[in-house]
């Protein structure tokens, strides 16, 4: 990026950059510019897109139900604000239309 590029771009953001800041600036941007041309040189255009550098698949089991003792159930539901039957009780978030 040429130092009238960055005065244009600092002067339309309503910046404003001390000389040593768009010197300091300047630096870092052409830096990342280097980068980015690195990273346009490899071919990728053959490759597969893949979401994952690994191969590995969802491991998880699945959920099963198992029943759980009255009293553990009482025992959850009597530390709740507010219950009913064997029921957390919460305050209504959605309006039915």
């Known amino acids: ?20 800041e768009k ?3 300047l630096a870092d941007i052409n830096v990342m510019f280097d980068y980015i041309e690195i990273l346009q ?9 893949t979401t994952h550098v690994t191969e590995l698949r969802n491991v998880w089991r699945d959920d099963v139900v198992r029943p759980c003792a009255k009293d553990t159930i009482y025992q959850m539901l009597n ?5 009913e039957g064997t029921f957390y009780k919460v305050r209504k978030v959605i309006e039915a239309q």
């Open 1 to 20: 990026m040429l130092k009238e590029e960055l005065e244009v771009t600092t002067f339309m953001a309503r910046l404003d950059m001390k000389e040593e």
């Open 23 to 25: 010197e300091k600036y």
């Open 41 to 49: 040189e490899p071919d990728v255009a053959s490759l597969k897109p």
């Open 79 to 83: 530390r709740s604000p507010a219950r």
